[in-house]
Structure formats: structure tokens, C-alpha cells
């Protein structure tokens, strides 16, 4: 046991040791929605409609029926026009009639004329990266669109990581406002998808680190060792929000932590809750400046950059 401890330590040390964890790449049956069913807000067809109620439109054909009226704009939504008619899946709505809308701004499906958040029912997140208009400098920024579940449906035969998604698609309707208008403007590229469990590996090396900041804190506290310094690389996403990632350490847990004597007085607060609370909560523009690495493993744990057979690859999102 002795000569397999050093053997352990020797590869922990070579960052050798991989951890794997369990994905889900096709498309799921799991819980389409919340159990909680809301009530609607009613609008009169006639009424002004900003932007963004107009965004949390009942259904897709409702968002284009609005959307493709003559008066609309993308930043100050519809006027009132006591003229104003549309026609939605064949029926003629007057301008007296009402018309409903989500109350909530998260992501919701239509259920039982109310509505249900779909927040839960992430397929997987694709990262862009665009540069702003009219900005001096060439300097990329970079985010990400959530995509549900629900617009993949209709495609689960196809490859679900490249599916189009129109304007009217609950992913595109509640996606970050920047990266759906370089989308929409053909300035943003797509560099790859991440899907929960993904494994990321970033580096350190040139970003200054502030004591404040929980990142700062969590290099600075597993700065010693070998094995912490290549530990200390490895994320695993565990969540997500309109432009953010929440990671967590793939090497560490909480289990212990509170027993762990000399070792748990030794952490700062900020790296305690990267590690027993929601974890590292990051803008995806703010990771990249830590040239993060999607990491794909093969059945040996070896990473994955190329394949003949169509298996998931590693990416850089500096490429």
C-alpha cells in the first residue's frame, strides 16, 4: 500500500489521475417543466407592448405575429394602434381581443393556460464568441445561448448541436440580448457546445488574481503542492444562467471539510463557498480570459481532440 501511495501521489503530481463524470449527449426524457403552473398576463392586442414583454410572448407563432408587424422595433417593442390585427394560427385577432404573455422573465412553457419555467430542461450551452458594433477594438467578446430541450424536438434525429434555432425558439427568446443580436447580425462564430458534467481546464498564467475575487482566493489557498497546482485547473460545470457557468473543483469535495482541522482553517472564506456552495459563478466573457479547454476523454481517460467516428472532441475557445 505504501509503494501505491507514492504511485498515486507520483501521477496526482503529473495531473495522470483523470475524473469522469456521468453526460447525457442525446436528447432527454426527463421533467419537461416545473410542477408550479402560473398564471398568464393578458394584454389587449391594442395596448403599447415593450421589447421585452413582447419577448415573453405565449407562444412562438405569437412572438412572429407580433414581431412582423410594420410599426415594431427591436428596441422599443409595438406603439398602441387601436387598428392594429393579427392573425395567429388562422384565427383574425382584433385589436378589442387579448392576447397573453408570460409573467416571469425565465425561460417558460405555455401549460394549461398558464405557465411552467423550463429552466431545468437545458439539452446544452453553445458558446460564441462576436466583437461589438461599432467598437475601435478588435478584442473578441464571448457568451453563450442556453438551449432547452424543447426546441430540439422536432430534430432529435438530427445532429442536436448544430439544429438552427429561428428568432421565435425559447433558447433565442431568452438568450443573452448581445450574443442573439450578433447572431442575428452574422457577426458571431460558434466555437463548440458544453453540456452539464463537461469537464474544463483553464490556466492561470497572466490574470492577475484579486483577494476579493472567489477565483483569486481558491488559487491562492492550493498554491503548495504539485498536486494542487494541477488540480486546481480542473472544473466541472454544474449549472448555468443567461450568460454565466456555474463550475465546481473536479478533484475536491465538501465531504470532510468541516473535520479537516488545520486544513479547513487554513481556507478562505470565498474558496469555502466554491466548494460547499454554488461554486464559481463566472461570466463565459470572463472565462476566457483564463483560456479555458473543453476536455473530452476517451474510455482510457486520455483527452480527445480529433475523431474518425463522430465521438465528442475536446476544444479550445482560443482557437
Same mark, same amino acid.
Given at each position: 500500500m505504501n509503494?501505491?501511495?507514492?504511485?498515486?501521489?507520483?501521477?496526482?503530481?503529473?495531473?495522470?489521475?483523470?475524473?469522469?463524470?456521468?453526460?447525457?449527449?442525446?436528447?432527454?426524457?426527463?421533467?419537461?417543466?416545473?410542477?408550479?403552473?402560473?398564471?398568464?398576463?393578458?394584454?389587449?392586442?391594442?395596448?403599447?407592448?415593450?421589447?421585452?414583454l413582447i419577448r415573453r410572448a405565449s407562444t412562438p407563432a405569437l412572438y412572429c405575429a407580433l414581431t412582423?408587424?410594420? %410599426?415594431?422595433?427591436?428596441?422599443?417593442?409595438?406603439?398602441?394602434?387601436?387598428?392594429?390585427?393579427?392573425?395567429?394560427?388562422?384565427?383574425?385577432?382584433?385589436?378589442?381581443?387579448?392576447?397573453?404573455?408570460?409573467?416571469?422573465?425565465?425561460?417558460?412553457?405555455?401549460?394549461?393556460?398558464?405557465?411552467?419555467?423550463?429552466?431545468?430542461?437545458?439539452?446544452?450551452?453553445?458558446?460564441y464568441r462576436y466583437r461589438k458594433t461599432g467598437a475601435k477594438s478588435q478584442k473578441y467578446m464571448y457568451g453563450m445561448i442556453r438551449v432547452f430541450q424543447i426546441d430540439l424536438l422536432h430534430a432529435s434525429s438530427e445532429d442536436l448541436f448544430a439544429v438552427q434555432l429561428p428568432p421565435q425558439s425559447v433558447s433565442v427568446r431568452y438568450g443573452d440580448k448581445n450574443v442573439v443580436q450578433a447572431i442575428q447580425e452574422?457577426?458571431? %462564430?460558434?466555437?463548440?457546445?458544453?453540456?452539464?458534467?463537461?469537464?474544463?481546464?483553464?490556466?492561470? %498564467?497572466?490574470?492577475?488574481?484579486?483577494?476579493?475575487?472567489?477565483?483569486?482566493?481558491?488559487?491562492?489557498?492550493?498554491?503548495?503542492?504539485?498536486?494542487?497546482?494541477?488540480?486546481?485547473?480542473?472544473?466541472v460545470v454544474v449549472g448555468s444562467d443567461v450568460s454565466k457557468l456555474a463550475l465546481r473543483p473536479s478533484y475536491l469535495s465538501e465531504e470532510g471539510l468541516e473535520n479537516s482541522g488545520s486544513e479547513s482553517d487554513r481556507l478562505s472564506n470565498q474558496t469555502r463557498k466554491v466548494i460547499e456552495g454554488k461554486g464559481w459563478v463566472v461570466a463565459v466573457n470572463i472565462l476566457a480570459k483564463y483560456h479555458p479547454v473543453v476536455i473530452r476523454r476517451n474510455a482510457l481517460g486520455e483527452p480527445r481532440f480529433r475523431t474518425d467516428s463522430g465521438m465528442p472532441v475536446s476544444w479550445r475557445w482560443d482557437r
Open positions: 509503494t501505491l501511495l507514492d504511485l498515486l501521489n507520483d501521477a496526482l503530481d503529473s495531473d495522470r489521475v483523470s475524473v469522469t463524470r456521468c453526460q447525457r449527449m442525446s436528447l432527454g426524457n426527463s421533467q419537461a417543466h416545473a410542477a408550479t403552473i402560473r398564471k398568464m398576463k393578458h394584454v389587449e392586442l391594442s395596448s403599447p407592448m415593450d421589447a421585452d412582423r408587424l410594420p %410599426e415594431y422595433s427591436p428596441e422599443k417593442g409595438l406603439p398602441e394602434n387601436r387598428g392594429r390585427e393579427i392573425v395567429l394560427n388562422g384565427r383574425h385577432i382584433r385589436s378589442t381581443e387579448t392576447i397573453d404573455f408570460f409573467v416571469s422573465g425565465a425561460a417558460q412553457l405555455m401549460v394549461r393556460n398558464g405557465s411552467a419555467e423550463i429552466g431545468d430542461s437545458i439539452h446544452h450551452m453553445r458558446i452574422g457577426r458571431a %462564430e460558434y466555437l463548440g457546445y458544453i453540456v452539464p458534467n463537461d469537464e474544463i481546464l483553464i490556466s492561470y %498564467e497572466g490574470v492577475q488574481m484579486k483577494d476579493s475575487e472567489k477565483i483569486g482566493a481558491y488559487a491562492n489557498d492550493f498554491s503548495g503542492t504539485a498536486s494542487e497546482l494541477a488540480q486546481r485547473r480542473h472544473w
